[in-house]
């Protein structure tokens, strides 16, 4: 099973980047994935994620209107549109996945929930 992110950087504030989470190792669609997020010394905190069922999405508040998650079944792969970028979103951005039949949106996405993990991307917003 591997969960690969790709598409962090350095941006100023302002910018936009996309993130990309790979999925491959098991059937795409018996899993939602989304993304967390973890600063230094700060826990780690969801940020998005999307159903598998009927794609609908969840959004930490923080950046809701701002970041927009999607999903492509064809190529097993999770996107993270992030605009409007801030200095304060500065973190690794860790993709994730949890069983389908145990998702229910931002009440069951937290850390300890998940079933795989990504290595990280780190994400640098500059002032």
């Known amino acids: 099973v591997q969960l690969v992110e790709s598409g962090g950087g350095l941006v100023q504030a302002g910018g936009s980047l996309r993130l990309s989470c790979a999925a491959s190792?098991?059937?795409?669609?018996?899993?939602?994935i989304g993304w967390f997020r973890q600063a230094p010394g700060k826990a780690r905190e969801a940020v998005s994620s999307?159903?598998?069922?009927?794609?609908?999405?969840y959004y930490v508040p923080s950046v809701k209107g701002r970041f927009t998650i999607s999903r492509d079944k064809s190529r097993n792969t999770v996107y993270l549109q992030m605009n409007s970028l801030k200095p304060e979103d500065t973190a690794v951005y860790y993709c994730?996945?949890?069983?389908?039949?145990?998702?229910?949106?931002?009440?069951?996405?937290?850390?300890?929930?998940?079933?795989?993990w990504g290595r990280g991307t780190q994400v640098t917003v500059s002032s």
């Open positions: 994730a996945a949890q069983w389908a039949q145990r998702h229910a949106g931002g009440s069951s996405w937290f850390p300890d929930g998940m079933d795989y």
């Open positions: 190792g098991f059937r795409f669609d018996d899993y939602a």
């Open positions: 999307i159903s598998t069922h009927d794609g609908s999405t």
